[in-house]
């Protein structure tokens, strides 16, 4: 089965990385999508964003890295996926998730969601933490996947 792992990705987490690797070994390709919000202020361009992305999950086969800025909905369907994977963090994510889930269920009946529980290693971090830890120049290693530390740096301190 495809399946689509959505976000912002602003930027990408080793909660997020986890996501998508516990979904490449469960599915047959995992589309990971980069969600384009124009109601969202994001730290990072979108194409840092997919860069960091694909740069993470860059030797993993049956991952795929995309943008997209329409309904994820709509895109599942195009691609043939069955199936939204959510990681869900603490009840407040399962209930906004599961809102998210009956809506996409109007727009493309058929197209399920998996909810993956986030590990004890990962739950606390979220992409506000990350760009937290990049406002106060602390070390980003526990937070986001160790081959994008240098480039998430990178890119912050070229924008200072």
Same mark, same amino acid.
């Given at each position: 089965? #495809? &399946?689509?792992?959505?976000?912002?990705?602003?930027?990408?987490?080793?909660?997020?990385?986890?996501?998508?690797?516990? =979904?490449?070994?469960? +599915?047959?390709?995992?589309?990971? &999508?980069? =969600?384009?919000?124009?109601?969202?202020?994001?730290? +990072?361009? @979108?194409?840092?964003?997919?860069?960091?992305?694909? #740069?993470?999950?860059?030797?993993?086969?049956?991952?795929? &890295?995309? /943008?997209?800025?329409? /309904?994820?909905?709509?895109?599942?369907?195009? /691609?043939?996926?069955?199936?939204? %994977?959510?990681?869900?963090?603490?009840?407040?994510?399962?209930?906004?998730?599961?809102? /998210?889930?009956?809506?996409?269920?109007?727009? =493309? @009946?058929?197209?399920?969601?998996?909810?993956? @529980? =986030?590990?004890?290693?990962?739950?606390? !971090?979220?992409?506000?933490? %990350?760009?937290? +830890?990049?406002?106060?120049?602390?070390?980003?290693?526990?937070? %986001? @996947?160790?081959?994008?530390?240098?480039? !998430? *740096?990178? !890119?912050?301190?070229?924008? *200072?």
């Amino acid at each position: 089965m #495809k &399946v689509l792992c959505c976000g912002s990705f602003d930027p990408v987490t080793k909660g997020h990385e986890e996501l998508v690797l516990r =979904a490449a070994a469960l +599915f047959e390709t995992v589309y990971v &999508v980069v =969600a384009l919000n124009p109601e969202k202020h994001y730290l +990072f361009s @979108p194409e840092e964003r997919l860069y960091l992305c694909r #740069k993470t999950f860059e030797l993993r086969q049956n991952v795929q &890295v995309l /943008l997209h800025d329409g /309904l994820v909905a709509e895109l599942a369907v195009q /691609l043939g996926a069955g199936a939204l %994977v959510k990681g869900v963090r603490n009840g407040v994510d399962l209930e906004y998730e599961t809102q /998210l889930f009956e809506i996409n269920r109007i727009l =493309a @009946p058929g197209l399920d969601t998996v909810f993956l @529980p =986030a590990s004890s290693q990962t739950s606390f !971090i979220s992409s506000s933490c %990350v760009r937290e +830890f990049l406002r106060f120049g602390r070390d980003l290693s526990a937070v %986001v @996947p160790d081959r994008i530390v240098d480039e !998430i *740096k990178n !890119i912050y301190s070229e924008r *200072k």
